[in-house]
Structures are given as C-alpha cells and as structure tokens.
C-alpha cells in the first residue's frame, strides 16, 4: 500500500513538472512569437516610411552630357507619379538657381520621365545640385564643368561590357565591390561607358528596359556625380540581328550633333554618334 501510493505521489508530481514545463514552453513561445511580431511590424513601418519617402523618384538623377560643358550640363530623373520636378543648385549652395525639369514621356517600365538642362555656368567650377519632386529631396551631389585653362584636372572612368541583367541582386553581387571602390576612391568627373550596358534581346529584359533599371541603380551614386557618355553595343539592342537601338536612344540625352540619317524614321540614330569637349 505504501509502496503504491509513492509510485501515485511520484507520478502526479511528474505530471505537474510536465504541465508546467509546458506551461513555461507555451509561455516562452508566446512571449517570443510577440517579440517576433512586434520586430515585424517595426520593419514593415520602416519600409512603408522608406518606401513614402523615396515613392516619388524611382531612377534618381544622372548627369548626361551637352555640346558645350564648359556652360551647361543635362540632369535627367524619373518618377513614379507625373509630379514634375526641378533642379536646385549652386557653386556655393543649391538655393542659388533653379530649373524646372521637363516632362519626356512615359518610359517603357511606365515611368514619367524627365530632363533639365543647365545653362549659364561658369568654366571649371564644381557645383552642388539636388532634385526637388514633389515631396521627396534627393541628396546633394556634385558635377564640375569643363575647362580650356591648361591647369584644369580631371578623371574619367572607362567601364564595359556590364552585361547588366534583370536580376539586380545576381548583378549586385559582381558589381558591388569595384562600385564601392569607384566610390570612395576614384570619384570620377566622367563615366565613359563604351557599349553594352544591357545584356539585351530579352523580351522583358532589354525590350522593357529593366536591364538598364539594374545598372542605374547599382551605379546611382557614381552617376548623380560624374556625366555619364555611354556608347551603344551590340547587346544594346532591342531584339538581336535587327540593329534596332531605339530603347538605348530612350535611356539617355546626348548630344543631338550625330550625321543626318537619310531615313527620317531613324532620326534617333543621331544620338549613337555624339561628340563633346571635355578639358
């Protein structure tokens, strides 16, 4: 009779152990699973924040060249709604002066494109500059005019063969290093893109121009801060064989001072052949 009711006493107090182990498991998993939630909803706020405040600019600005660098100089941005924009910009500040953007049209990824040239610069000055659309401000960068004076000084970065695809995180991967290097070292005045920034041929790759998305956003440091001069390759072009580089003549605004072509449908090839001063 003992001996049973030890074995009884032992085994209730094994089930009270075991109820309340599963009662501190259930504690521990309910106290972690509000831990958890509550980390999840912060970082779903800071990305909706992010996302608001950076909504209005989906490819930031890009400086592109003009026939006369000494006293001009192109900005081109896109945004997501047609909200328009302008320029700010300055030697000492960017309150000094403003341009209105200029509204391009849709581009091919349904984006509201835009363009402002700057006129009446100085020679050889380096220039602060911020985009204003709607209300979202983008940082502050930099450009520096061209200069005939024999003491000016300046770096050009030569880049090709990106072969940028549709999927940026595969691209970020081979891409990221030299970009940071470029960044924080080199910082050049000029981007000297020599062909084949897509990969191209791709119906939703080159054709919607999501490859050229990719290299614009891994390079949208560098190109907010140096004038990007690209060149078009043989993977630049729409469907291949065909030689059709109208989605490389939407992607940027060159110098409109190419040969005539004696097919007015091909007017956009004068933009293949550019030619700038630059020092």
């Known amino acids: ?36 939630t509550m980390k999840r909803l912060y970082i779903i706020a800071i990305i909706l924040f992010t996302n608001s405040l950076y909504a209005a600019i989906s ?42 953007g200029k509204y391009q049209g849709t581009s ?6 835009y363009y402002a040239l700057l006129t009446g610069l100085s020679a050889g000055k380096e220039y602060k500059y911020q985009v204003i659309s709607d209300e979202t401000t983008t940082p502050v960068y930099t450009f520096t005019t061209s200069s005939s004076a024999l003491d000016f000084s300046f770096k050009i970065l030569i880049i090709s063969d990106q072969h940028f695809g549709e999927d940026i995180f595969k691209a970020k991967k081979y891409h990221q290093p030299y970009i940071d290097k470029i960044k924080s070292s080199f ?78 449908a091909n007017d956009y090839l004068k933009e293949l052949n550019y030619s700038f001063n630059y020092g």
């Not at 089930?15 to 521990?28: P, Q, S």
Request: with cysteine; glycine share 8%; hydrophobic share 30%.
């Open 1 to 36: 009779k003992g001996n049973r009711s030890r074995r009884y006493f032992k085994r209730l107090r094994f089930l009270i152990a075991e109820e309340t182990m599963e009662f501190k498991k259930e504690d521990v998993f309910m106290r972690l699973t509000r831990q958890l």
């Open 59 to 100: 490819r930031y600005p890009y400086l592109q060249p003009t026939e006369d660098l000494e006293t001009s100089i192109g900005i081109a941005w896109e945004t997501d709604n047609q909200q328009g924009g302008k320029v700010c910009f300055g030697i000492e500040g960017v309150k000094e002066n403003e341009v209105e």
């Open 108 to 113: 091919r990824r349904n984006k509201n494109k």
């Open 187 to 264: 910082k050049p005045n000029l981007v000297l893109q020599i062909g084949d920034f897509a990969y191209g041929g791709k119906p939703k790759g080159c054709a919607q121009a999501e490859e050229y998305e990719t290299g614009f956003t891994l390079f949208r440091d560098i190109f907010a801060n140096a004038i990007l001069c690209p060149v078009a390759g043989n993977h630049d072009i729409t469907i291949p064989h065909n030689y059709d580089y109208r989605i490389f003549a939407e992607e940027f605004y060159l110098p409109q001072n190419g040969p005539e072509s004696v097919n007015p």
